[in-house]
Nanobody, 123 residues
Framework: QVQLVESGGGLVQAGDSLRLSCAAS????????LAWFRQAPGKEREFVAR???????YYSDSVKGRFAISSDNGKPTVYLQMNNLKPGDTAVYYCAAHCRYSDCQDVEAYQYWGQGTQVTVSA
């Protein structure tokens, strides 16, 4: 059974950094995409970043230049380094695995999800 477990969230001030981790188990995960999404209160879940098994990376425009996604295929684990955080980054951050469709920035494309980790950025 596939499990994705996020960690690393917390309460920080604007301009601070956080590093989220997502440990995956119950795979196989070889050849699959791992991604981060987030959901702010009252808003729909949105794409943040994704990384393919071969290391190709995509970001949403809202985080490009501030966030960095990386992975350790040997574990497998996916990370999200978040720098220069803003109050608008406040959300529950979710790890997702196995994109089934062509649009891997679509919430509906992912088969597996973690439980989420809260990130709160104060002004």
């Amino acid at each position: 059974q596939v499990q994705l477990v996020e960690s690393g969230g917390g309460l920080v001030q604007a301009g601070d950094s956080l590093r989220l981790s997502c440990a995956a188990s119950g795979g196989p995960f070889a050849g699959r995409t791992l991604a981060w999404f987030r959901q702010a209160p009252g808003k729909e879940r949105e794409f943040v970043a994704r990384i393919t098994w071969s290391g190709v990376i995509y970001y949403s425009d809202s985080v490009k230049g501030r966030f960095a996604i990386s992975s350790d295929n040997g574990k497998p684990t996916v990370y999200l380094q978040m720098n220069n955080l803003k109050p608008g980054d406040t959300a529950v951050y979710y790890c997702a695995a196995h994109c089934r469709y062509s649009d891997c920035q679509d919430v509906e494309a992912y088969q597996y999800w973690g439980q989420g980790t809260q990130v709160t950025v104060s002004a």
